[in-house]
């Protein structure tokens, strides 16, 4: 049962869109257990799944800064661990995992994607590669929509993605 608003929103994009996911996942990787809050299998691939329930206006930062900046109206900036760096160690630990257990996923179809409540994210300087991505909860249809039917994002073997 998902613990958050936001996790509630993934769960209820994922049963209409008949995706595979998993919440609080606990994964044996490289720097040990992670314990993954969503895993979403789709035909693209796995989605490791990290969100944050922060209050405010907007957030700064760019993905390789240790930390991004809350801003709330009319009160002050709070600071917070960036998610993606976080993430990192979990999409690792989901790629080693399928890799021990001989799964036929390449680690480019294992991606990161950090949910946040509807803020301004415009200050936000996230590569666009798609290695990990950023999106607001209430754009996460949208997303998933694009994620479907890009065709530059690479697809899963239809054998194991059946």
Do not use: H, K
């Not at 869109?17 to 919440?23: A, I, K, N, Q, S």
């Not at 949208?142 to 899963?156: H, I, V, W």
């Amino acid at each position: 049962m998902p613990a958050s608003p936001i996790a509630a929103e993934i769960e209820r994009l994922a049963t209409a869109r008949r995706l595979t996911c998993r919440f609080d996942a606990l994964i044996e990787g490289p720097a040990g257990t992670a314990v993954i809050e969503a895993l979403v299998a789709d035909a693209r691939g796995v989605l490791v799944v990290e969100s944050r329930d922060w209050a405010g206006t907007a957030v700064r930062g760019a993905a390789d800064n240790a930390s991004w900046t809350v801003l709330r109206s009319g009160q002050a900036a709070a600071g917070y661990p960036n998610p993606i760096l976080r993430n990192v160690e979990r999409v690792d630990a989901v790629r080693a995992a399928l890799a021990a257990a001989g799964a036929p996923v390449a680690s480019d179809l294992v991606r990161g994607l950090v949910v946040l409540p509807d803020l301004d994210l415009s200050g936000l300087e996230v590569p666009s590669d798609g290695a990990f991505g950023v999106t607001r909860a209430s754009d996460l249809g949208a997303y998933f929509e694009r994620r479907a039917t890009d065709p530059a994002l690479p697809m899963l073997d239809p054998a194991v993605a059946g």
